[in-house]
């Protein structure tokens, strides 16, 4: 067996949320290359079925199974479907989450429902997913949460955003704990990408403004891909990271 060998992910299970667009299909996507067979999940049956047959393009098995995150028991729905369609359960990804309104906003100004909806999207449904993927992973189970760059500093105009996502890294590191030796568990925290809640959140448009990426001062000068994303959560789902667990991948192009 080579290095290469290590990051393969043949005949895996793996299931993706919010993997209708934007990151979550690139996560989807990525597993697929590396020989996993994926249950994507969103709340868009429309969108799910044109990644399904992306992935099957690849030579994968791909079920879609439409879920709203933010409801418990659509998420034991989902990892009960993966298992019952595609026979097993070693994968899971919580990619869903967001902005639920794509409205930022100050925390001192965030009325009650909205706070609640943040919290809902971005931290419940993580914690969600993990109880249910742990009831059917088996030794060698491997759970990724998705984080952001926004967990690690002050968010000024979007603090529930922020204090959401960090708290699914705090979240992942009791859980790699908690379920540890059978199952890892890590994060991984894209910084800025052009996704479409991301431009609708923030008023940036990449295509409209050559600026953009100087005044979000990224080092390596580009703004971040779905496929940057992907590659980082296929080397987490992989044996290549089987002594890595607890820890959040910052994968923000430097800042």
């Known amino acids: 067996m080579t290095v290469l060998d290590e990051f393969r992910l043949n005949d895996k299970v793996a299931v993706v949320t919010g993997?209708?667009?934007?990151?979550?299909?690139?996560?989807?996507?990525?597993?697929?290359?590396?020989?996993?067979?994926?249950?994507?999940?969103?709340?868009?049956?429309?969108?799910?079925?044109?990644?399904?047959a992306e992935i099957e393009a690849l030579g994968r098995r791909a079920v879609a199974i439409p879920t709203d995150v933010t409801k418990t028991e659509d998420v034991d729905a989902l990892a009960a479907g993966t298992v019952a369609e595609l026979g097993s359960l070693d994968i899971w990804v919580s990619n869903a989450g967001g902005l639920p309104d794509a409205i930022p906003r100050y925390l001192t100004r965030t009325?009650?429902?909205?706070?609640?909806?943040?919290?809902?999207l971005n931290l419940k449904s993580v914690w969600a997913g993990a109880v249910a993927a742990a009831r059917h992973m088996t030794q060698g189970g491997v759970i990724i949460n998705i984080s952001s760059g926004a967990a690690r500093s002050a968010q000024a105009k979007n603090g529930p955003y922020g204090a959401?996502?960090?708290?699914?890294?705090?979240?992942?590191?009791?859980?790699?704990?908690?379920?540890?030796?059978?199952i890892r568990v890590?994060?991984?925290?894209?910084?800025?990408?052009?996704?479409?809640?991301?431009?609708?959140?923030?008023?940036?448009?990449?295509?409209?403004?050559?600026?953009?990426?100087?005044?979000?001062?990224?080092?390596?000068?580009?703004?971040?891909?779905?496929?940057?994303?992907?590659?980082?959560?296929?080397?987490?789902?992989?044996?290549?990271?089987?002594?890595?667990?607890?820890?959040?991948?910052?994968?923000?192009?430097?800042?």
């Open 19 to 52: 993997a209708g667009k934007g990151i979550g299909r690139g996560i989807a996507l990525c597993l697929a290359e590396a020989g996993a067979d994926v249950a994507v999940a969103a709340r868009s049956r429309t969108d799910l079925d044109a990644v399904v």
């Open 164 to 182: 959401s996502k960090a708290a699914v890294n705090s979240l992942t590191a009791t859980l790699s704990v908690e379920l540890a030796p059978k």
């Open 186 to 255: 890590n994060a991984v925290a894209p910084g800025p990408i052009p996704t479409q809640n991301f431009i609708e959140s923030t008023g940036l448009d990449p295509e409209k403004d050559d600026s953009f990426v100087s005044r979000l001062n990224i080092p390596v000068g580009r703004l971040g891909t779905d496929r940057d994303i992907g590659a980082a959560v296929v080397f987490m789902a992989s044996p290549a990271s089987s002594w890595i667990s607890g820890q959040t991948l910052y994968v923000t192009g430097g800042s």
């Open 111 to 120: 009325p009650e429902d909205r706070w609640d909806a943040q919290i809902d």
